[in-house]
């Protein structure tokens, strides 16, 4: 996590750079192809960082999912066997009363 957060952060800070650098050459300087190409690399490895993200974040809701459905499951099979309990309790009672 430290890795991944150190990373977006890298990238942040470097992200405004970029747009200062769009600024400036929007405003009249060209492009070159270097500057182009380092332009399309910093924006596709901050899409990158980005869908990583969102991956860790959909694999944590699915692992939040699956352990809410698990104790769903835990308490359901509970009150199963309460119920069976009290049904137990009360034919028991009811064949001591005869």
Do not use: C, P
Request: charged residues 40%.
């Amino acid at each position: 996590m430290m890795l991944k957060e150190s990373v977006e952060e890298w990238f942040l800070k470097h992200s405004k750079v970029v747009s200062m650098d769009k600024k400036s050459v929007i405003s009249g300087k060209s492009f070159d192809s270097k500057s182009s190409y380092l332009l399309a690399k910093l924006e596709e490895n901050q899409r990158k960082v980005e869908l990583l993200a969102r991956a860790e974040a959909l694999h944590e809701k699915k692992k939040a999912d699956r352990e809410a459905k698990l104790q769903l499951k835990i308490k359901d099979e509970e009150l199963e066997i309460q119920t069976a309990l009290q049904i137990t309790d009360a034919r028991t009672k009811i064949i001591e009363e005869l």
